[in-house]
């Protein structure tokens, strides 16, 4: 490991894309600070494998003083008035709004998505803000008809505390801000530990907070290897000055939270694993749907929670389906996201290469059928996957139980309107499913036969801040956005006055 810290942005980042929101350092407690024992890790480019630069490598001291300054300024936070809490989320939201163009370009350099779905991650991440800015300054609470002549009663929202917000790569803005912005304006003072593999974005906007005016120590972001995690996690675990972590990321990871923090008794919330069914009736109009699967499929390279894992088609329009979704994955273009006209960008790095070629691999070896892609990309420098469509598809390859996170869409052939609902259920997962129909009464059928937090009918793009996102079963609990997602940052009071003269 680097014995000192890179103060410069590698070959990994083209002239110009450098920004000056690139920061390369641990925010705690409103100033940019080393590791305490002076360790570091790498940001690495995935379009090209290249250094981008080096972040400190915090460990446990790190974290008592991340959460020292955290829960100090929760103290005076909560004690702002809501508008004014507001007026500073605003601010904040209108400072990434000027510079939404840098932290996209900043975004596809360190995660790798195409340029233009980055701009439009950085506009999605926004609207968290804005809308929980609004949202922060309704929480109402309740005057109680009381039971006695000489009680009154009455529930006030409070803030829970302290937020530990622990956040994936995948969308390295967007995931901090959908937590964030609920957390902030409820009061709550965060701690924010990104991905080790996206770090430069949260410290991005954490710089852009700090100019919009948020006080020192209610934002602080610890930075981590991946060898260090756990040890990161646990002293946020076992801290009683943290009152609540909000995860997404895997069900393995998500349990192990679950656990950790029963010592403590932590309010949780989890958006876990996913394993979203995409069905195409032959009641749908096949063009709609294909332009779906498109949408959802290969969006971030299949890289999202929601990407439909397992396309199911009925047996009337399957080969118009599959021939047109091949036609259409034949055309998408492949390379470095800050390239014009990339419909997908690399995977985040060689594991996941490795993952999308396992499973491939067990489909093709029980009876599956390339039909396009299939391969790496060997002619490109960084760790990209063709995208790929698979038929002869079953319910016993790992690509149907797992997760593949990858542009792989694989097809599973079905008969009836059960039979379609019974594979769809037939997971542990419970995120999201979709489906596409024509027909109203098939529509309230299946919508309502998906075990799913989320359904999307007609639609693979459901995710906005006004929506409730989450999941059922072990895809986690909790919601994010909408209106019942500053609840996950509150406590209710009740405060009954009594021995009242009447």
């Not at 120590?217 to 909000?246: A, F, M, P, Q, W």
């Not at 989320?454 to 909790?478: D, H, P, R, T, Y």
């Amino acid at each position: 490991m680097a014995t000192k810290l890179v103060n410069f942005l590698g070959k990994g980042v083209p002239q110009g894309a450098r920004s000056p929101f690139f920061k390369n350092r641990g925010w705690i407690n409103g100033q940019w600070v080393e590791a305490k024992e002076k360790r570091y890790f790498p940001v690495t480019n995935p379009a090209n494998t290249e250094l981008i630069t080096e972040v400190p490598d915090m460990q446990r001291e790190d974290v008592l003083e991340a959460i020292e300054s955290s829960y100090a300024a929760q103290k005076l936070w909560r004690r702002q008035t809501a508008k004014s809490r507001a007026l500073l989320l605003r601010q904040w939201y209108e400072l990434m709004n000027k510079h939404k163009s840098e932290i996209a370009k900043m975004i596809t350099i360190e995660q790798g998505k195409p340029y233009t779905e980055s701009l439009n991650e950085v506009n999605y991440g926004m609207s968290f803000i804005d809308w929980f800015s609004e949202e922060g300054k309704r929480l109402y609470g309740d005057v109680l008809p009381s039971p006695q002549e000489n009680k009154r009663m009455f529930l006030m929202k409070e803030p829970v505390g302290v937020a530990a917000l622990i956040t994936p790569w995948n969308f390295p803005l967007a995931m901090i801000t959908r937590k964030a912005g609920a957390a902030l304006a409820a009061g709550c003072s965060i701690i924010i530990k990104p991905s080790e593999e996206t770090p430069l974005t949260a410290l991005a906007i954490a710089q852009l907070s700090h100019e919009a005016g948020i006080p020192p120590g209610v934002i602080n972001v610890l930075t981590c290897s991946r060898d260090s995690v756990h040890e990161v996690s646990d002293v946020l675990l076992d801290d009683e000055r943290i009152s609540k972590i909000s995860f997404t990321g895997s069900t393995a990871i998500g349990k192990r939270l679950i656990a950790g923090s029963a010592n403590t008794v932590k309010k949780l919330s989890l958006e876990l694993g996913g394993n979203a069914p995409f069905i195409v009736f032959d009641t749908a109009d096949v063009d709609v749907a294909v332009k779906g699967a498109i949408a959802g499929k290969f969006r971030n390279a299949g890289q999202t929670c929601v990407s439909p894992n397992r396309l199911l088609v009925q047996s009337k329009i399957y080969n118009e389906f599959v021939d047109k979704l091949t036609q259409a994955v034949s055309n998408l273009k492949v390379g470095d996201g800050l390239n014009d006209g990339i419909d997908q960008g690399p995977l985040i790095n060689a594991g996941a290469i490795d993952k999308v070629e396992r499973h491939v691999n067990d489909a093709v070896d029980q009876g599956g059928e390339v039909l396009v892609g299939g391969t790496r990309m060997t002619s490109l420098p960084g760790t990209f996957y063709n995208p790929s469509v698979l038929i002869n598809v079953n319910n016993e390859m790992l690509i149907t139980r797992e997760e593949t996170f990858g542009p792989i869409a694989p097809i599973i052939k079905f008969d009836t309107e059960d039979e379609a609902v019974s594979i769809a259920n037939n997971t542990q997962f419970g995120l999201i499913g979709y489906f596409y129909s024509r027909d109203i009464d098939q529509i309230w059928r299946v919508s309502d036969a998906l075990e799913t937090g989320m359904v999307g009918i007609n639609e693979a793009l459901l995710s906005n801040e006004v929506g409730a996102f989450g999941g059922k079963k072990q895809s986690g609990f909790g919601r994010e956005g909408s209106k019942y997602g500053i609840n996950e940052y509150i406590n209710i009071k009740y405060v009954c006055m009594g021995n009242l003269k009447t």
